[in-house]
């Protein structure tokens, strides 16, 4: 069975300076990666995506990951978080052989942006 | 391409009544999902639909619940005798599939439920 571990539940981090959100995953076979965000009562919106090819994927509004086999782990960076990227992070990982592409979520990190 | 849409956003209902959740997928996208997310975790599956077949629900899905998408398109979360422990956030994401690989998985704004 598949499983996410966000290790941090909230990361506070002044406006402008990097951040990271860590993401480790469990699983017995090949998976696909993702990272979702949800802002205050909204839906789930993709940032990226990790399915095959280079392991450091670039997403929407400046975050990039990198799929680390080695380690298990797909990390979330922005080199100069603004005050909008307030909300919830969800890490997420798909078994890929399994065509039902059923989605497994971790808890979720919740970024404070502190001005 | 209007996204993915939920009614209602919000609903409050007693103890014992039954709710009924509507959502309308990203038009000609084949696979619709169902999500229940509590507070202060992720988002969990429920079960999910090939155009109007279900092919699979959690274990977390009790006989309480049924889901239905009559003719491929919108799909229909009913609860019946509703509990406090359904309070939750249901979200639906709808995606197209083929044989290739996954797609991406497109969310609506969910239905915040609350059972008093």
Request: proline share 4%; with cysteine.
């Amino acid at each position: 069975a598949q499983s996410v571990t966000q290790l941090d539940s909230q990361v506070p981090v002044f406006e402008e300076a990097p951040v990271e959100l860590r993401c480790n995953y469990s699983s017995s076979v090949s998976v696909y990666l993702f990272w979702y965000v949800q802002y205050p009562n909204q839906g789930l919106q993709l940032l990226l995506k990790y399915l095959s090819g280079s392991t450091l994927v670039k997403g929407i509004n400046g975050f990039e990951a990198e799929f680390n086999k080695s380690q298990t782990s797909f990390h979330l960076r922005k080199p100069s978080v603004h005050i909008s990227d307030t909300a919830e992070y969800f890490c997420a990982v798909s078994d890929r052989g399994n065509r039902d592409d059923k989605i497994i979520f971790g808890k979720g990190t919740r970024l404070h942006i502190l001005p | 391409d209007t996204g993915v849409s939920q009614d209602p956003r919000h609903k409050i209902t007693k103890r014992g009544q039954n709710v009924t959740f509507r959502c309308d997928p990203i038009s000609e996208h084949n696979r619709l999902y169902w999500y229940r997310q509590t507070l202060g975790q992720g988002p969990e599956f429920l079960t999910y639909f090939q155009n109007e077949a279900q092919l699979e629900k959690s274990r977390l899905l009790s006989d309480r619940f049924s889901a239905e998408r009559p003719k491929g398109s919108f799909s229909t979360l009913e609860i019946q005798r509703t509990e406090q422990g359904d309070s939750a956030m249901y979200l639906c994401a709808s995606s197209s599939r083929d044989y290739r690989r996954q797609e991406t998985q497109y969310f609506g704004p969910g239905t915040r439920l609350l059972v008093l």
